[in-house]
């Protein structure tokens, strides 16, 4: 039975991205990576796939009820879309077999999510449902020692330690305000958008706040470009226009961090874990370029200790290729 849920899962993964871009739409590519500051450990290597349909007759009437249902969020226009990723974790030494009792478990986490985005003047709301899988079932150790070999650099030998199978199940949340400060510079413009948010699940669950600041030409009509969970809210839908657009932007969020699966070990079996840190901070800043439907964006993350064995913060970077099909 765990095989066959197993499998049946993976098909899930597989073809609902495939089958979602006989539409049009944006589809958006987002790899995170700590390997270009010279880190192998942590949140060492992320990957999302997320795929946002052009509703040409406006949203389904399910979709409108979902959302009238709910009656904290507000009238608008309304987007749906989905996602397909791994993220992928290991401690501080990755070449030997048996880490120390202290060190981050390795794990791996394969999903799929689905979410509704509502825009209402500046403010754009988003509701979230990720379903996954955690342990071996998550495919990470083979998808590590893959690029470690494609890249001729250590074998990691320590995966026979990771965390155990298990389903994982996320329910998100988030609000944020573009533009509630505004400053014009000549032929440039900046910005400043907060945001908050929260999400429960046996994965995560956590509350989180922070804002994003922009400056840059032809600004867009976006919250910062699409990012891997748990990360602030980004854009995951484009409006091409003509001629060549760019921002730089800033954030910082903090987190209340009672749930991570991936410190605290797997929810219903004896695992590796260690002692988490409550409150966890990201430092973000970064560049975006706009060229009619396709869109480039670098970010580079700065996020401060979340175990308290952990000797110093992490870093790592997003990349994100966005084209609007």
């Known amino acids: 039975m765990r095989r066959i849920i197993r499998n049946s899962l993976g098909w899930l993964l597989l073809l609902a991205p495939l089958h979602a871009l006989a539409a049009s739409g944006t589809f958006s590519l987002v790899t995170e990576n700590d390997a270009p500051y010279g880190a192998d450990r942590h949140y060492t290597n992320g990957f999302k796939m997320v795929w946002v349909p052009v509703l040409e007759n406006g949203a389904p009437l399910w979709m409108q009820r979902t959302v009238r249902w709910m009656p904290w969020l507000p009238a608008g226009d309304i987007q749906y879309g989905y996602a397909l ?34 825009k209402s003047g500046r403010q754009l709301d988003q509701l979230g449902l990720t379903i996954g899988v955690i342990g071996r079932a998550s495919l990470a150790d083979q998808s590590q ?31 944020a305000w573009r ?29 989180s706040g922070g804002w994003i600041i922009r400056y840059g030409q032809r600004l867009p009509d976006d ?27 800033a954030g910082l969020e903090g987190r209340l961090v009672l749930r991570n ?17 409550y409150l966890v901070g990201d430092l973000q800043f970064g560049l975006v370029v706009d060229w009619l439907n396709v869109r480039l964006a670098y970010t580079h993350i700065i996020r401060s200790r979340e175990f308290e064995t952990q000797e110093n913060a992490d870093q790592f970077g997003a990349f994100s290729v966005m084209w609007k099909l």
Not at 186 to 203: K, R, Y
């Open 85 to 118: 990723g791994q993220s992928v974790f290991t401690p501080d030494d990755t070449k030997t077999d048996n880490p120390p009792a202290d060190a981050r478990p390795y794990a791996g986490w394969l999903y799929l999510s689905s979410g509704i985005g509502i």
């Open 145 to 175: 020692k893959w690029m470690h070999r494609l890249l001729r650099v250590n074998h990691p030998e320590g995966w026979d330690t990771q965390l155990g199978n298990e389903l994982g199940i996320i329910v998100n949340g988030q609000r």
């Open 179 to 207: 533009g509630v400060l505004e400053a014009d510079f000549s032929s440039s413009m900046l910005d400043v958008s907060p945001f908050v948010g929260a999400a429960a699940g046996n994965v995560f669950t956590h509350a």
């Open 223 to 249: 919250f910062g470009p699409p990012r891997i969970d748990p990360a602030s809210p980004g854009s995951a839908s484009l409006s091409p226009k003509d001629g060549i657009g760019w921002y730089v932007f």
């Open 261 to 277: 699966l991936f410190l605290d070990g797997n929810t219903f079996r004896d695992s590796r874990s260690v002692d988490k840190r």
